[in-house]
């Protein structure tokens, strides 16, 4: 029988936890969660687990400063004991769940967040799902550099289903000169394409029919790239205003980095749409060229220097 972690939910309980492994050099791998555990965060773990043999810790806490106040916090899905099998399975060492209070002393709320200190994510939080949903990005960055001054990781894994938090929290670690491997690991899907995601539960069956849209269009300009990125921004947008049950926030074509996208070379598509009430987010990598242009949509592309498309 796989052994069980060691629940800590206070910073002095993580601490006592940890320090024995930092003082006989051990490295630790740490994969913060919001909880409601499903596979796509198993792998996470699973590729911690393989980046050290020290100890391994998970934080599950449902972070308020990251959702705004007319989005879904309460309804966010809370299963801790459910999530404690999972760490189990997987071999975590130590899961760190505190209450709201141990990361927010004095209480949450967002009058108080603004007169404390937070992390200032910069420009590239303000594109995307920071365009959609201003102010996320800093709770993520906050809460995220509070994780890692309790843990103190030598590496973390994050998911690059998030892909846009990924990059951002691997800019803050450079430049706040943290010293932590940040590694991004692949996204995990559902046999049908979905992408793995706590909020694929409350979808229903045409719901989740419909959410295959999503990941339709992102292979289309996958298929599309070597044709430029008119092309792929084309083939996705073809399969995207197909489905009438979505509601599209964004379609996005950038580089690696999120900036603009290269005529050649390594990029991005990501997309972010609404099925009834659920916000759904999903990417993949590209690989864009100047090919000869497609003939189904020679004449029909967006300019190059269309990028992303927003729903009015």
């Known amino acids: 029988m796989t052994?069980?972690?060691v629940l800590a939910s206070t910073r002095e309980e993580l601490s006592a936890l940890l320090d024995g492994a930092r003082?006989?050099?051990g490295r630790v791998a740490f994969v913060p969660t919001m909880g409601a555990l499903h596979e796509g965060h198993a792998s996470l773990m699973r590729a911690a687990r393989a980046a050290t043999d020290g100890p391994l810790v998970v934080s599950i806490f449902v972070n308020p400063m990251q959702f705004a106040?007319?989005?879904d916090l309460d309804r966010y899905p809370r299963t801790?004991?459910?999530?404690?099998e999972v760490c189990a399975a997987e071999g975590v060492?130590?899961?760190?769940?505190?209450?709201?209070e141990e990361m927010y002393p004095g209480g949450f709320s967002h009058d108080s967040v603004r007169d404390g200190v937070t992390v200032a994510?910069?420009?590239?939080?303000?594109?995307?799902?920071g365009a959609s949903r201003p102010g996320h990005f800093d709770g993520v960055l906050t809460v995220v550099a509070k994780l890692f001054g309790l843990v103190r990781p030598d590496v973390a894994v994050f998911g690059q289903k998030d892909y846009q938090q990924l990059v951002l929290i691997r800019r803050m670690v450079?430049?706040?000169?943290?010293?932590?491997?940040v590694v991004g690991a692949e996204t995990v899907r559902e046999p049908d394409g979905l992408a793995l995601s706590s909020r694929n539960r409350y979808l229903d069956a045409d719901?989740?029919?419909t959410a295959l849209a999503l990941s339709r269009a992102l292979r289309a300009a996958q298929e599309r790239a070597a044709y430029g990125v008119p092309a792929a921004r084309w083939a996705a947008m073809a399969v995207l205003k197909a489905e009438p049950g979505l509601q599209l926030d964004y379609l996005a074509l950038t580089g690696p980095d999120l900036g603009e996208p290269p005529e050649t070379g390594e990029g991005r598509v990501l997309v972010a749409a609404r099925v009834g009430t659920t916000r759904l987010i999903d990417n993949v990598p590209v690989v864009f060229d100047r090919a000869t242009p497609d003939l189904m949509t020679a004449g029909t592309a967006p300019a190059a220097s269309t990028t992303s498309e927003r729903s009015s």
């Open 3 to 5: 052994a069980a972690p």
């Open 23 to 25: 003082r006989s050099g």
């Open 69 to 71: 106040p007319t989005e």
């Open 80 to 84: 801790l004991d459910a999530d404690l």
């Open 93 to 100: 060492d130590v899961v760190f769940a505190p209450g709201v």
């Open 121 to 129: 994510p910069g420009s590239v939080a303000t594109i995307l799902d």
């Open 174 to 181: 450079r430049d706040l000169c943290l010293g932590i491997d």
């Open 207 to 209: 719901q989740r029919r």
